[in-house]
């Protein structure tokens, strides 16, 4: 299983950044993803989720309205396009697989429960 991120960046405050995730060794299109981030000496922190089919989304509170997450099952790609960037959405942005075990309904209340991910894009926001 790899996925591996890409389009971070240094941009301004009210900046766009779109952010891939290419995925493989796995049948993407069975499994829901989501992004999380970790900001410097933070935990890391939720920040959007897709169901498998790519109709259904969650966003943590702080970026809805800003962030879309959408998925490309034909090329394994999932996607999160951040607008009205904010200093405080710097961070690592990475990807991660959610397993079977976690359905859709529980994943605003087990959304670290992620087994596979990424080694991050890094995003910062200069105000």
């Known amino acids: 299983v790899q996925l591996v991120e890409s389009g971070g960046g240094l941009v301004q405050a009210g900046g766009s950044l779109r952010l891939s995730c290419v995925t493989s060794?796995?049948?993407?299109?069975?499994?829901?993803m989501i992004w999380v981030r970790q900001a410097p000496g933070k935990g890391p922190e939720w920040v959007s989720a897709?169901?498998?089919?790519?109709?259904?989304?969650y966003y943590t509170d702080s970026v809805k309205g800003r962030f879309t997450i959408s998925r490309d099952n034909a090329k394994n790609t999932l996607y999160l396009q951040m607008n009205s960037l904010k200093p405080e959405d710097t961070a690592l942005y990475y990807c991660?697989?959610?397993?079977?075990?976690?359905?859709?309904?529980?994943?605003?209340?087990?959304?670290?429960?992620?087994?596979?991910w990424g080694q991050g894009t890094q995003v910062t926001v200069s105000s």
């Open positions: 991660a697989r959610l397993p079977l075990s976690v359905h859709w309904s529980d994943i605003p209340l087990r959304p670290y429960e992620y087994n596979y």
């Open positions: 060794g796995f049948t993407f299109y069975n499994y829901n």
């Open positions: 897709i169901k498998a089919g790519g109709i259904s989304t």
